[in-house]
């Protein structure tokens, strides 16, 4: 896909999923967690700001994920189980780390992130 911007043409960046870790979980205040991910497979990520958002796929613990995963042996995986999706906005992108953070607001009934 060609996106016009500004007078000329760009190209939209691949669509890419990266799945890793959680590194650590941090008590920001009594209703939000600061969520960190990380690993090897963040270090072709591309920040893109400070209002850069992700979509975040949440599985069922049992679910296995196909090798490689991309977007289209993810959306293979739709017709045995769909993964619930949130967009989340990144508060924090470490490349030289390989990390980026996430909050997480908790609510009284909690959600997908949340649990």
Do not use: C, K
């Not at 990380?38 to 893109?48: N, T």
């Not at 400070?50 to 995963?69: A, G, I, K, R």
């Not at 959306?75 to 909050?103: K, M």
């Amino acid at each position: 896909m060609t996106v016009q911007t500004a007078g000329r043409r760009t190209r939209r960046p691949e669509t890419r999923l990266w799945r890793v870790p959680v590194r650590r979980v941090e008590q920001v205040t009594p209703r939000l967690v600061r969520v960190t991910v990380g690993g090897d497979e963040l270090a072709d990520f591309v920040g893109a700001g400070t209002d850069q958002n992700v979509m975040l796929y949440f599985y069922p613990d049992d679910v296995e994920l196909p090798e490689p995963l991309t977007l289209e042996s993810a959306r293979g995986l739709w017709s045995q189980v769909r993964p619930l999706t949130r967009t989340y906005t990144i508060r924090r992108h470490d490349p030289a780390a390989n990390e980026i953070d996430f909050d997480f607001v908790l609510h009284d009934a909690p959600g997908p992130a949340s649990d």
